[in-house]
């Protein structure tokens, strides 16, 4: 069965330092998204992609964050200079259609000092 | 703006006893709504989905959840529980043509115990 696939699983970085983030959604879908969840927290929107631009992004997803859709398959989330509040499990998640049915991958968890 | 309000961020009940997650959403215009389940260690699966069709809604395992526009919910049941449903439990919303963005709900904890 087709999967959104993360990686890292787990990243430790130092506070100021670049990170990017990968996901490679499933082949077909159309939409790409990332959501965050802080521990203890709800899960939040930062950003959707489709056809090749961002469609709508989260007051979160501010000027540190970009994602880029480098070629047909690799999806990513750069975050440019890291914060302690960065600290948190990133999930990517991907959609066929405009239903709200998404399809997640297993989280990559930041963990910024 | 669209929210969705989950009662109780922990639930046990007993192996075999009825599962009520509940979940209340506010939306000025008429929403899609999404229950998600979280095991752990994993990613967000969709256990089912209310797009204006059927209000009462099949999902996966088990369960099923009745949208009811006057009461503004759209609870989550499961008749008998059992053991591997013991996950995180996350109500969404969406606004239809939103570009599939969706607000979850702080989510619910579901222990079962035997």
């Known amino acids: 069965e087709p999967e959104v696939t993360q990686t890292p699983s787990h990243q430790v970085t130092q506070m100021g330092q670049e990170v990017i983030l990968r996901c490679v959604p499933i082949?077909?879908?159309?939409?790409f998204y990332w959501y965050r969840q802080i521990l203890g927290q709800k899960v939040e929107f930062l950003v959707s992609?489709?056809?090749?631009?961002?469609?709508?992004k989260s007051e979160i997803f501010d000027d540190q964050f970009s994602v880029e859709r480098p070629d047909g398959s690799n999806f990513t989330l750069k975050i440019r200079s890291t914060k302690l509040e960065d600290s948190a499990m990133y999930f990517c998640?991907?959609?066929?259609?405009?239903?709200?049915?998404?399809?997640f991958g297993e989280g990559s968890r930041l963990t910024v000092l | 703006a669209q929210s969705v309000t989950q009662l109780g961020s922990h639930v046990s009940v007993s192996e075999g006893a009825l599962v009520l997650l509940r979940c209340n959403y506010s939306?000025?215009?008429?929403?899609?709504l999404f229950w998600y389940v979280q095991y752990p260690n994993q990613g967000l699966q969709l256990l089912l989905k209310y797009t204006s069709a059927a209000t009462l809604v099949k999902g996966i395992n088990g369960f099923e959840a009745e949208f009811k526009k006057s009461e503004t919910s759209f609870h989550l049941t499961k008749p008998s529980a059992h053991m591997s449903d013991a996950a995180e439990y996350f109500c969404?919303?969406?606004?239809?043509?939103?570009?599939?963005?969706?607000?979850f709900g702080a989510g619910t904890r579901l222990a079962v115990h035997p």
């Open positions: 939306s000025s215009v008429p929403p899609y």
């Open positions: 992609f489709y056809n090749n631009e961002i469609s709508e």
């Open positions: 998640a991907s959609g066929r259609e405009n239903t709200g049915e998404l399809f």
């Open positions: 969404a919303v969406m606004r239809v043509g939103g570009y599939n963005k969706l607000i």
């Open positions: 082949s077909n879908h159309l939409y």
